[in-house]
């Protein structure tokens, strides 16, 4: 079950990421080009790898990697309301 949570967080969490990557906020924009370039499909491959590594701890036993996750979780999603929102 614990599993089966992270995973529709993880859905989250990318969903959020991809979100803000297509916002084109000012902040996305001022980054240097190759960052810009790179920085998206990296930082996909590090949520996911986040990912992984979260669950495979879970699964192995290790449930305040959970708790953990769903910290990540918040702060994220906190964090593309912010831009989303103009709020920054």
């Keep these: 079950m ?3 949570l ?3 967080l993880g859905i989250g969490n990318f969903a959020l990421q991809r979100a803000v990557l297509e916002s ?4 996305l924009r001022e980054l240097p080009p190759l960052i810009r370039k790179l920085g998206g499909r990296a930082s996909l ?5 986040l990912l992984l590594g979260a669950m495979l701890l ?3 036993g290790y449930p ?3 708790w953990a996750y769903l910290g990540y979780t918040a702060l994220n999603a ?3 309301w912010i831009l989303l929102s103009n709020r920054i």
């Design 78 to 80: 906190f964090s593309a």
């Design 58 to 60: 879970v699964g192995n």
């Design 45 to 49: 491959v590090a949520e996911f790898c």
């Design 64 to 66: 305040e990697w959970g």
């Design 2 to 4: 614990a599993i089966l």
């Design 24 to 27: 084109r906020h000012r902040l």
């Design 6 to 8: 992270m995973f529709l």
